[in-house]
């Protein structure tokens, strides 16, 4: 009986686990230095780009308060607390793929893995994203 209820409690903690998984990479979160911001639901896949709703559902999104161009996430795969994401622009010409990084404090850590530069046009020149951006979540 015992292996019988240690077991049934396993299955239940595994099932748990990868349900939450699924449900951490979800919400906004905002860089105020950088004015970037990331907008994600990686589980439900149904975020809308404002003012773009032209590309239907997406994974999310990433943009800065001080121009209209996004990068749209066009995949995800999540393990644990990491999301490998591949990302486009607008205009569809360049993509590049990251790291997303679920840390401890609610936090996000973005780190770029390969492909084109994260940039937004700001003031009629390229603002360069570095490569690791950590973003917090909106309202922080």
């Given at each position: 009986m015992k292996k019988y209820l240690l077991t049934?409690?396993?299955?239940?903690f595994a099932t748990a686990m990868m349900a939450q998984d699924k449900n951490v990479f979800q919400g906004k979160f905002k860089n105020e230095e950088l004015?970037?911001?990331?907008?994600?639901?990686?589980?439900?896949?149904?975020?809308?780009?404002?003012?773009?709703?032209?590309?239907?559902?997406v994974e999310g999104y990433m943009d800065s308060s001080q121009c209209t161009h996004v990068?749209?996430?066009?995949?995800?795969?999540?393990?644990?607390?990491?999301?490998?994401?591949?990302?486009?622009?607008?205009?569809g010409s360049e993509d590049f793929s990251a790291l997303l990084t679920l840390n401890a404090d609610g936090s996000l850590t973005y780190k770029h893995l390969k492909g084109s530069t994260l940039k937004?046009?700001?003031?009629?020149?390229?603002?360069?994203?570095?490569q690791k951006v950590t973003f917090l979540p909106a309202g922080h």
């Open positions: 049934f409690i396993a299955v239940v004015k970037i911001s990331l907008n994600i639901n990686f589980q439900e896949k149904n975020v809308k780009v404002p003012g773009q709703e032209i590309f239907g559902d990068w749209v996430i066009v995949s995800s795969e999540v393990e644990g607390n990491t999301a490998v994401i591949e990302m486009v622009n607008n205009y937004f046009p700001v003031n009629r020149k390229w603002q360069k994203i570095p």
